[in-house]
C-alpha cells in the first residue's frame, strides 16, 4: 500500500527557507513520480512541482522556479522539497502525492489533480513577519 507523509512546516518570515519532507513507502524507487501540490482557503489544490525518477528531472511552475528545489533520497525514503526566498503568497498547506500514472507534465499544468490516487495529510507553511 502506497503511504505518503508530509512533514517540516512551520511559520517562517518573509524571505527566509523551510525544507519538507515526504516520507514515501509502497513505491519503487527506482520508477516513481512525485508530485507536490499546495493548497490555501477556498482555492484549490494547485501543482508546482515534481520529481521523476525515470528521467532524473524536476519540474517547476514558474512562480517557484529558481527559489524551490526538490530532491530525494531512496534510503530513506523520503522526498525533500527545499523553499528559499519565502513570501507570504508561499502560504498554503503543502501535499505530496503520486499514483501510478502521474507525470510531472500533469503536476505543473494542474490537470486530474482530484484524479491523484495517494495523497499526504499535508503540513502546514505559514509565511509571516
Known amino acids: 500500500q502506497v503511504q505518503l507523509v508530509e512533514s517540516g512546516g512551520g511559520l517562517v518570515q518573509p524571505g527566509g527557507s523551510l525544507r519538507l519532507s515526504c516520507v514515501v513507502s509502497g513505491i519503487s524507487w527506482s520508477n516513481f513520480v512525485i508530485g507536490w501540490y499546495r493548497q490555501v482557503p477556498g482555492k484549490e489544490r494547485e501543482g508546482f512541482g515534481c520529481i521523476d525518477s525515470t528521467r532524473d528531472s524536476t519540474r517547476y511552475v514558474a512562480s517557484v522556479q529558481g527559489r524551490f528545489e526538490i530532491s530525494s533520497d531512496a534510503a530513506r525514503n523520503t522526498v525533500f522539497l527545499q523553499m528559499n526566498d519565502l513570501t507570504p503568497a508561499d502560504t498554503a498547506v503543502y501535499y505530496c502525492?503520486?499514483?501510478?500514472?502521474?507525470?510531472?507534465?500533469?503536476?505543473?499544468?494542474?490537470?486530474?489533480?482530484?484524479?491523484?490516487?495517494?495523497w499526504g495529510k499535508g503540513t502546514q507553511v505559514n509565511v509571516s513577519a
Open positions: 502525492a503520486t499514483d501510478r500514472l502521474l507525470d510531472c507534465s500533469t503536476v505543473v499544468r494542474n490537470h486530474n489533480v482530484h484524479a491523484v490516487d495517494y
